[in-house]
Every structure is written in structure tokens, then in C-alpha cells.
């Protein structure tokens, strides 16, 4: 089983659309959850951090369920420049190393 | 953005060919990243530079070499590649914290090996 698994996609949806990534974690001792955001052949940017008690950044809500290791966005009224992968990333504890998704990439069609 | 720093952006090299790809970063954070992302897979951490502590992922060879020399700039040393080494190579940083660390990208480096 993967660490950080990720429905791959690609999700295609109209602009306007709400559009919903899940991510689950194997890791029961993780403590530190990310969405990062890829474009084509650039780097990934932090997007969120997710907290316990969910999280909302504008468009975006990031919930987190512990009990069932799983992380969400949610992403209302897309935008034609929301096209990107979208990462779940997981942080073990006091490890240093971030351990990533291979990412979920959604495209908004106009 | 510039905080983090990569060059070069591209590399071809051939399997005999000795290389080195650099990191710089000017956020004042305290511990560096080297991760490799080949198509369609997860990003995969390589090596971890933190508090003048080095941490490596096992599973790198051997022809991979980091070198920190100060908490600012990384270095990824290359001899004899192979084909399969052909990925993007991106280099990170982070303030360490307790709790969360957030880490900040470099544009990375692609890497071609012919």
C-alpha cells in the first residue's frame, strides 16, 4: 500500500464547478498535513497547510479526518487557472521528510 | 520568486560525465532538500541537510553525492549516471519549528542522461 495515495485523475471540469480531491495517508503517527500545487514542468507551491478543525483559504477548504487517515480540498467557483496537480503531502511527526502523493491533476475547461 | 535558486535549469550529460547541480536559498532557513521527480511517480526524498545533520533516503546510489557547506547553499554531485537517473531534481529548504516546517521549492533542474 502507498504511503500517500491519490486518485490520479485527471478531472475535468467546467469553470464555475466545485470540485472535491480526497487523499489517504497510512501513516497513523503523521501529524503535519499539506495541499501543494504543481503547474506543468514547475515546482510545487505550498497551497494549504490542513489543520484538525478544517481550514478555509478563499476558494479553497482543506478538511482532515484522522480517525479514517484521510485529507480533502475542496475547491469552489474553478477558475480556468486552478489547472494544476494538486499534492497531498504528509509529514511524519518530528521527521523531516515530507512524504508526497503523486498528485491529482484537475484541468478547467472554459 | 527567488527565495530558492537552482542551476542549471537543464543538464544533458552523458553516462560517463561528471556534474554537479546547485541550491541556493535566501530565506535564512536552517535545513535543505534534495528530491527527485521522474514522470508519474511521487516526488522522493534523497538526501536531508538539517542542523549540520545529514540524513539520506537508502535507497539513492552511490553515483549521488550532496555536500552542504553552509546552510545556505547545496550541492548534488553526479558520476556515471544512467538513463534511468533522468528526472527533475528539485532542491527545497525550511525553517525548522516545532511542529510544522514548511519547505519552499527551487524552480528545479531537469536532467537529461544520454
Known amino acids: 500500500r502507498k504511503e500517500v495515495e491519490q486518485d490520479p485523475g485527471p478531472f475535468n471540469v467546467p469553470e464555475g464547478a466545485t470540485v472535491a480531491f480526497n487523499c489517504t495517508y497510512s501513516n497513523s503517527a503523521s501529524q503535519s498535513f499539506f495541499w501543494y500545487r504543481q503547474d506543468c514542468r514547475k515546482e510545487p507551491k505550498l497551497l494549504m497547510s490542513v489543520y484538525s478543525s478544517g481550514n478555509e483559504d478563499g476558494r479553497f477548504t482543506a478538511q482532515l479526518n484522522r480517525a479514517s487517515q484521510y485529507i480533502s480540498l475542496l475547491i469552489r467557483d474553478s477558475k480556468l487557472s486552478d489547472s494544476a496537480t494538486y499534492l497531498c503531502v504528509v509529514k511524519a511527526g518530528s521527521a523531516r521528510q515530507l512524504t508526497f502523493g503523486s498528485g491529482t491533476q484537475l484541468t478547467v475547461l472554459p | 520568486e527567488t527565495g530558492v535558486t537552482q542551476t542549471p535549469r537543464h543538464l544533458v550529460m552523458g553516462m560517463t560525465n561528471k556534474k554537479s547541480l546547485k541550491c541556493e536559498q535566501h530565506l535564512g532557513h536552517n535545513a535543505m532538500y534534495w528530491y527527485k521527480q521522474s514522470a508519474k511517480k511521487p516526488l522522493e526524498l534523497m538526501f536531508v541537510y538539517s542542523l549540520e545533520e545529514r540524513v539520506e533516503n537508502n535507497s539513492v546510489p552511490s553515483r549521488f553525492s550532496p555536500e552542504c557547506p553552509n546552510s545556505s547553499h547545496l550541492f548534488l554531485h553526479l558520476h556515471t549516471l544512467q538513463p534511468e537517473d533522468s528526472a527533475l531534481y528539485l532542491c527545497?529548504?525550511?525553517?525548522?519549528?516545532?511542529?510544522?516546517?514548511?519547505?519552499?521549492f527551487g524552480p528545479g533542474t531537469r536532467l537529461t542522461v544520454l
Open positions: 527545497a529548504s525550511s525553517q525548522i519549528l516545532q511542529g510544522t516546517d514548511t519547505q519552499y
